[in-house]
């Protein structure tokens, strides 16, 4: 029998087909959606978007990457998915390509990416504790799942949970880009700004075991189902954006 980590997340998606006009579904190839919604191609362009730029470092000088994008749990009955600010898009690709000299078409490419893979991580931790609750029968026997427990224990945020998706979406960006996103990161609020500590994969790992492990204490006592890595491939195609609906909001 399926997995209910899959059969839950393929139900869910269907149910996102209903959304609002202020969205747009993010469609590949993704080079080419994203060149026809920002034609970044124009020297002027940059001109044009500066007011973007420092709107973006305000909000992650305020609150983090979650003023940009945010991910909203399959969990919900809300439309789910991964969300991200046209703005966002704009002054991240006006800082990289003001700081790196980079062709904007690049820079475009690489503020997506920054966005998306931060709130990627917040889906496959999402489908961790969704696989965990499948092997421990918690939602049965609590009353609650131990995502949802999670969320309750950690307002306004997971400072554990901000850091690694900060690590995780640092890991994945290149260079040049990637000095200048590390210098952003670093004017984040608490958490957020905590990446540095989780650059090695090692260090990384024995986080993210952290992380899904610290909301019961039965499971750091069963080797059988410690950690992440029990639960989900954090490199599986499964979880890196099949199954998960992305939308720019026109914002």
């Known amino acids: 029998m399926e997995s209910r980590i899959f059969s839950q997340?393929?139900?869910?998606?269907?149910?996102?087909?209903?959304?609002?006009s202020d969205y747009v579904p993010v469609?590949?190839?993704?080079?080419?959606?994203?060149?026809?919604q920002f034609e970044a191609i124009d020297p002027r362009w940059l001109d044009e978007n500066h007011w973007a730029?420092?709107?973006?470092?305000?909000?992650?000088?305020?609150?983090?990457i979650e003023t940009?994008?945010?991910?909203?749990?399959?969990?919900?009955?809300?439309?789910w998915g991964i969300f991200i600010r046209?703005?966002?898009?704009?002054?991240?690709?006006?800082?990289?390509?003001?700081?790196?000299?980079e062709p904007p078409q690049h820079c475009l490419r690489a503020a997506y990416e920054v966005l998306y893979g931060h709130e990627?991580?917040?889906?496959?931790?999402?489908?961790?504790?969704?696989?965990?609750?499948?092997?421990?029968a918690a939602h049965s026997l609590s009353g609650d799942d131990p995502y949802l427990q999670s969320r309750k224990?950690?307002?306004?945020?997971?400072?554990?949970?901000?850091?690694?998706?900060?690590?995780?979406?640092?890991?994945?960006?290149?260079?040049?880009?990637?000095?200048?996103?590390?210098r952003i990161l670093k004017t984040s609020p608490q958490g957020y700004r905590d990446f540095g500590k989780y650059r090695s994969k090692k260090d990384f790992m024995a986080a993210v075991d952290q992380l899904i492990s610290q909301p019961h204490a039965s499971l750091r006592n069963n080797p059988g189902l410690h950690g992440i890595r029990a639960l989900v491939d954090l490199e599986d195609s499964i979880l890196n954006g099949q199954h998960v609906p992305v939308y720019l909001v026109n914002s």
């Open 9 to 20: 997340v393929r139900g869910n998606a269907k149910e996102a087909a209903t959304f609002s």
């Open 27 to 36: 469609e590949p190839p993704i080079d080419e959606f994203l060149l026809r």
């Open 53 to 64: 730029a420092e709107e973006t470092l305000s909000g992650i000088r305020q609150g983090g």
């Open 68 to 79: 940009l994008a945010w991910y909203t749990s399959f969990r919900s009955n809300q439309v």
């Open 86 to 101: 046209r703005s966002a898009i704009k002054g991240f690709t006006y800082q990289f390509a003001t700081k790196t000299g």
């Open 120 to 136: 990627l991580f917040h889906f496959q931790v999402d489908c961790a504790y969704l696989k965990l609750d499948e092997l421990t």
């Open 153 to 182: 224990m950690n307002k306004p945020w997971d400072d554990l949970e901000e850091a690694l998706a900060n690590a995780r979406s640092l890991y994945k960006t290149r260079q040049p880009f990637r000095s200048e996103l590390t």
